[in-house]
T-cell receptor
Framework: DVKVTQSSRYLVKRTGEKVFLECVQDMDHENMFWYRQDPGLGLRLIYF???????EKGDIPEGYSVSREKKERFSLILESASTNQTSMYLC????????????FGPGTRLTVT | EDQVTQSPEALRLQEGESSSLNCSYTVSGLRGLFWYRQDPGKGPEFLFTLYSAGEEKEKERLKATLTKKESFLHITAPKPEDSATYLCAVHYTGRRALTFGSGTRLQVQP
C-alpha cells in the first residue's frame, strides 16, 4: 500500500512564525504535491515537484516555499505565517506522468493566531 | 472561470436510495478525470480514473462514467458508510497538475 505521511495532524502557530510542514512517501514516487483545502474552494495547488531539487509553482504559491532534497521527502515552508494561511494542508505523491492517480496524506490542520 | 464544477454541493439520501453526482468540466485536451472520496479530517482516497468518453469504471456500489463534457458518479443502493465528500479532478493538456472541483458532500441516512 502507498503510504504518505505528514509530520503533524494539528499545528497552532503565531503570526510571523516560520512554519515547516513535512511530507514523506514510501513508494519511490517521482511527483509530490502540496495543496491547501478551504471550505467552498476545494483543493488548490501550492507547489509541486517532479524530481529531487525540482519544483514548480502551483496556483497559489505566494507566501510559501518548498524544498525537496530527497526523493521521498517534500517540505512546505511558510516563511512568515499569517492568519489567512489557516487551512488544511494536504500532501500527495504520484508516479511520473501527471495522469497517474495521486495518493494523499492525512493532512495537517494549521491554525495561525 | 470555473473549469471543474461539481453538483450538487450537498446531497442527503436515505439508505438504498440510488442517485448520481455530477462533475462537469470546460477544459480542452482532457487527459484524465479522477474521482476521490474524502472522509472528514482525512486526506482524499483515490477511487477511479477515466480517460476517454464512453469509459465506465465500477467499484462496489459506485460506478463512474465519462462523456465529452461531464462525468457522473452513480451510487446504487447506498449505505451510511458511503457518507463522505466526493471530489473530481481533471488533468488536461498544458497543465502539469490536477485541477479539482469543490466536491459533493454526501450524507446517507439509515
Amino acid at each position: 500500500d502507498v503510504k504518505v505521511t505528514q509530520s503533524s495532524r494539528y499545528l497552532v502557530k503565531r503570526t510571523g512564525e516560520k512554519v515547516f510542514l513535512e511530507c514523506v512517501q514510501d513508494m519511490d514516487h517521482e511527483n509530490m504535491f502540496w495543496y491547501r483545502q478551504d471550505p467552498g474552494l476545494g483543493l488548490r495547488l501550492i507547489y509541486f515537484s517532479y524530481d529531487v531539487k525540482m519544483k514548480e509553482k502551483g496556483d497559489i504559491p505566494e507566501g510559501y516555499s518548498v524544498s525537496r532534497e530527497k526523493k521521498e521527502r517534500f517540505s512546505l515552508i511558510l516563511e512568515s505565517a499569517s492568519t489567512n494561511q489557516t487551512s488544511m494542508y494536504l500532501c500527495a505523491s504520484s508516479t511520473a506522468g501527471v495522469q497517474r492517480e495521486q495518493y494523499f496524506g492525512p493532512g495537517t490542520r494549521l491554525t495561525v493566531t | 472561470e470555473d473549469q471543474v464544477t461539481q453538483s450538487p454541493e450537498a446531497l442527503r439520501l436515505q439508505e438504498g436510495e440510488s442517485s448520481s453526482l455530477n462533475c462537469s468540466y470546460t477544459v480542452s485536451g482532457l487527459r484524465g478525470l479522477f474521482w476521490y472520496r474524502q472522509d472528514p479530517g482525512k486526506g482524499p482516497e483515490f477511487l477511479f480514473t477515466l480517460y476517454s468518453a464512453g469509459e465506465e469504471k465500477e467499484k462496489e456500489r459506485l460506478k463512474a462514467t465519462l462523456t465529452k463534457k461531464e462525468s457522473f458518479l452513480h451510487i446504487t443502493a447506498p449505505k451510511p458508510e458511503d457518507s463522505a465528500t466526493y471530489l473530481c479532478a481533471v488533468h488536461y493538456t498544458g497543465r502539469r497538475a490536477l485541477t479539482f472541483g469543490s466536491g459533493t458532500r454526501l450524507q446517507v441516512q439509515p
